[in-house]
């Protein structure tokens, strides 16, 4: 049987969760069976493209509905489907996906998949109002026009499945569980290098710098919990549009020498292991990868009520906490230290997160599929 070309549609190929988890599994599928390609909305340099040009993917760019109207959109859609003769197109935008596998299946693909990652609109409120009936609009067509529904996780299937969430599958988050395992060698070194003394307790984040990350709340819980010990920093680790705004507040709270902004890391594996305690107060999720890279890591996790239960592997890692005030979690951020454990990766594999193992899931899904069409 020929190479498989699967077409990926997403926002872009940042680093984002689904993009991270989509590139997890680009890196373990075998690709003289299966290639990734990908359909994105931007225009300039992304933080996966090298990697994916040099796996042999292709992106190609397309504006995206909010830019040229809802009609020019679809028909570029149905333009494109027609023009590259895909057998398998998965969709990974969200409601927008219902739009995309209408156009998908006009053009006679035959294999259209929709995969929720998110648990909500990512906007609330009456400005909110317009955009969300749209997208309203589009989650009606989900079902639909899919052969085939994926999820990260229950929450993230109820909320674009509706009453059809039974029918959708579970891709768990899978990451590179070796990446993560707990190491007190590269702990000492990343904590070298950030100049972070042996006694200072870190809290930490990774994740873009967006509304629903709650950063604006993170910092304030870390600015409360400095009440009880000054020997505490806060890592942030990536970037968004929120990120002056953050910075703002830090400085506004005289706190800058307590707070490091890291940037974008490639190496994100690495960094938790100079965390003490993992942090994610994010007002909703469906099933965030970087608390399951965390709990590899052998970290303490508080995360948010709002956060699908099954974000917890039953480690005894995860704590769930309300978002209502930082009272719990500076609680909670006061615990006795504790020992981190190198076995916490293997636990995460055995709970069937391991890239490898999700790989293979979607690579055998893919191939079934193409088969049964002959």
């Given at each position: 049987m020929e190479k498989i070309r699967v077409l990926h549609v997403l926002h872009s190929m940042n680093c984002g969760g689904a993009e991270t988890l989509i590139?997890?599994?680009?890196?373990?599928?075998?690709?003289?069976?299966?290639?990734?390609?990908?359909?994105?909305?931007?225009?300039?340099?992304?933080?996966?493209?090298?990697?994916?040009?040099?796996?042999?993917?292709?992106?190609?760019r397309m504006p995206f509905l909010t830019k040229i109207s809802p009609p020019v959109y679809e028909r570029n859609l149905y333009k494109f489907f027609k023009e590259h003769g895909?057998?398998?197109?998965?969709s990974h935008l969200e409601t927008t996906t219902g739009i995309i596998l209408k156009q998908a299946k006009k053009a006679g693909v035959p294999v259209r998949i929709a995969h929720s990652h998110n648990s909500r609109f990512t906007r609330k409120g009456l400005t909110a109002l317009p955009e969300n009936m749209y997208k309203a609009y589009c989650r009606t067509k989900v079902v639909p026009n899919a052969t085939k529904l994926f999820g990260c996780s229950e929450l993230a299937n109820v909320w674009l499945y509706g009453k059809n969430a039974d029918k959708s599958e579970i891709i768990n988050n899978g990451i590179d569980t070796n990446a993560c395992r707990f190491s007190e060698n590269v702990r000492n070194e990343v904590r070298d290098e950030l100049s972070v003394p042996e006694n200072v307790r870190v809290f930490g984040h990774v994740g873009r710098f967006?509304?629903?990350?709650?950063h604006l709340f993170l910092v304030d819980i870390f600015n409360d919990y400095l009440k009880v010990n000054k020997d505490s920093l806060?890592?942030?680790a990536g970037e968004g549009d929120l990120m002056d705004t953050v910075r703002a507040k830090v400085k506004a709270l005289s706190i800058e020498d307590k707070v490091v902004f890291l940037g974008l890391r490639k190496d994100v594996g690495r960094i938790l292991q100079a965390f003490d305690f993992f942090l994610l107060p994010s007002k909703f999720?469906?099933?965030?990868?970087?608390?399951?890279?965390?709990?590899?890591?052998?970290?303490?996790?508080?995360?948010a009520d709002t956060i699908s239960p099954m974000s917890d592997l039953s480690l005894s890692l995860v704590s769930?906490?309300?978002?209502?005030?930082?009272?719990?979690?500076?609680?909670k951020m006061n615990s006795p230290a504790y020992?981190?454990?190198?076995?916490?990766?293997?636990?995460?594999?055995e709970a069937?997160?391991?890239?490898?193992?999700?790989?293979?899931?979607?690579?055998?899904f893919y191939i079934e599929s193409v088969e049964a069409l002959m």
């Open positions: 590139m997890n599994i680009y890196r373990n599928i075998d690709k003289e069976k299966v290639q990734f390609d990908f359909l994105v909305n931007v225009d300039t340099q992304m933080f996966y493209e090298s990697e994916i040009n040099s796996l042999g993917g292709r992106i190609f895909y057998r398998i197109v998965h967006n509304d629903q990350k709650n806060l890592l942030l999720e469906g099933l965030p990868l970087v608390i399951v890279e965390a709990q590899a890591a052998g970290l303490k996790c508080l995360a769930f906490l309300p978002i209502d005030s930082t009272k719990h979690w500076v609680e020992k981190r454990s190198t076995e916490a990766a293997d636990g995460v594999a069937g997160f391991d890239s490898l193992t999700q790989a293979k899931k979607l690579q055998s």
